[in-house]
């Protein structure tokens, strides 16, 4: 199982940008995909969660109404809108999947198991 994070870089307060995950070595259409961030000095904290029926659950209340995710199952891939970015959004940015597969739900937030590559977003002007 492995996922790569990609589509990070540095965007001006108020700006967008969409990180996609890539999975190679498992199908991605069984399974729920999260999405994660480390901010600088503070522990990881879950974003958004996709579930394999396409249902998102928000683990961060602070995105709500700005952050959305999506999946291509064709393209294996799952998709992390960011829209209205702001400063305290600045983190590596993650995806993961749990062991579980088949489940119609997301999974809590420390039940994930495998683990992509970050990708930096830092929001500055």
């Known amino acids: 199982v492995q996922l790569q994070a990609s589509g990070g870089g540095l965007v001006q307060p108020g700006g967008s940008l969409r990180l996609s995950c890539a999975a190679s070595g498992f199908t991605l259409a069984d399974y729920a995909i999260g999405w994660f961030r480390q901010a600088p000095g503070k522990e990881r904290e879950g974003v958004l969660c996709?579930?394999?029926?396409?249902?998102?659950?928000y683990y961060a209340d602070s995105v709500k109404g700005r952050f959305t995710i999506s999946r291509d199952n064709a393209k294996n891939t799952v998709y992390l809108q960011m829209n209205s970015l702001k400063p305290e959004d600045t983190a590596v940015y993650y995806c993961?999947?749990?062991?579980?597969?088949?489940?119609?739900?997301?999974?809590?937030?420390?039940?994930?198991?495998?683990w992509g590559q970050g990708t930096l977003v830092t929001v500055s002007s």
């Open positions: 993961a999947a749990p062991r579980t597969r088949w489940s119609p739900v997301c999974p809590e937030p420390d039940e994930y198991n495998y």
């Open positions: 996709i579930s394999k029926n396409h249902r998102s659950t």
